[in-house]
Structures are given as C-alpha cells and as structure tokens.
C-alpha cells in the first residue's frame, strides 16, 4: 500500500514537473517569435497545401522544378508506416511523368529510409538532421544542382521549412497526414502548431 502511495506521488510529481516544462517551452516559444510581431521570415514557407497528394503537378512544372525533397514521416506516409502506399506510388508515378526527381529527406534511421525509398525507386538522405543542412547541401553541390529548380516539401516548420531556408530553396508546407508523431517531434510540432497560429493570422501563408 504504501509503495503504491508512493509510486503515485512519485508520478504526480513527474506529471507536474513536465506540465512546469511544456509551459516553460510554449513561454519562450512565443517569446522567440515576439508573438509574431519578430517573426523570423526562415519560419515561413514559400507556399502551404493541404498534402502532399493535394499539390497540382502541372504548377510544379510552370514553376521549372525539376526536383523534389521531400519529407517522410507525416509528409508522405505516417509515422509508422514502414512501405509505400497506393497513394504514395501513384503521386511519385505523377511526378517522374513530369520529369522531376523525388529525394527523399529523413531524420530517420538508415534502414527506415532506405526500405521505402527503395520501394519507390528514388534517392534518399538518412539522418540528415534537419534544420542542419550539411548533408543535403553536399548532395546538391555533388550532384551540381541548381537550387532555383528544387523544392522542399515536408510537414514541420522547425525542420523542413527552416532547413529549405537556410539552404535558400522554396518550400511547401503541408499538414500532417495523421496526429500520430513520434516521441522525439513532440516539442517540435508544439512550436510548429503556435507558428502556424501566426502565418494564418499574419496572412502570411500563401496558397500553392
């Protein structure tokens, strides 16, 4: 009885002490951000869509887009979904018709990434840590890209869209697929939905 009593204070004081955390982190999120008025322009994305699958391919050629980065999780599938959907395979089919190469962008381990792009055919970067830009800047200048034909697509503003930014590559937001994340995009995706609070009041997310 009284371990049980104990165990439970024990988590009263572990529930409270991370509810101090997450108050302490939205505090200073919107301090960063000075409630919008100081919004840092690297937040912001080039245009927003609904989804992935939702992006009209033939506005992706007038723009002379040649290739794609694109995120994974939430972006392309959801977090747990370890292959390809139907849907997946028919939107990757849609845009090589279109001539445009699909890279896919992960903070993932190798073996998820690999796996399902793999499935897809295309090329891929493993545990590139978005925002950081090392790896996908050394893919571009290996491969002699020209940033001005490439677009960044993913879900999260903290790490698709900063990371497109810092690279000074156009970007598109989309919105998660599912409200499944993985543990570890949990601060993340707080920030991101106060952000995204902001563009739409601030008008500032333009329509693909």
């Not at 677009?151 to 989309?174: P, Y």
Request: glycine letters at 2%.
């Amino acid at each position: 009885m009284l371990q049980n009593k104990k165990k439970e204070e024990n988590n009263q004081y572990d529930f409270n002490f991370y509810k101090i955390k997450y108050c302490l982190f939205l505090y200073i999120s919107i301090w960063y951000t000075n409630g919008g008025e100081n919004m840092d322009k690297k937040l912001i994305p080039t245009w927003h869509c609904k989804n992935v699958y939702s992006i009209d391919t033939s506005k992706l050629v007038n723009l002379n887009c040649k290739l794609i980065f694109c995120d994974i999780d939430n972006t392309l599938v959801g977090p747990y979904q370890p292959l390809p959907t139907k849907t997946t395979l028919d939107f990757v089919k849609k845009i090589t018709q279109s001539n445009i190469k699909l890279v896919l962008i992960s903070n993932n381990h190798e073996q998820r990434v690999k796996t399902f792009a793999s499935a897809l055919n295309v090329d891929y970067l493993f545990e590139v840590k978005k925002p950081k830009t090392e790896k996908i800047d050394f893919y571009i200048k290996k491969n002699q890209l020209n940033k001005d034909e490439i677009i960044f697509i993913g879900d999260q503003i903290m790490t698709d869209i900063l990371c497109a930014s810092r690279l000074n590559i156009k970007s598109i937001l989309v919105d998660r697929l599912t409200k499944k994340d993985q543990p570890i995009t949990f601060f993340p995706r707080r920030l991101d939905i106060i952000i995204r609070y902001i563009l739409k009041k601030k008008n500032l997310l333009v329509e693909f």
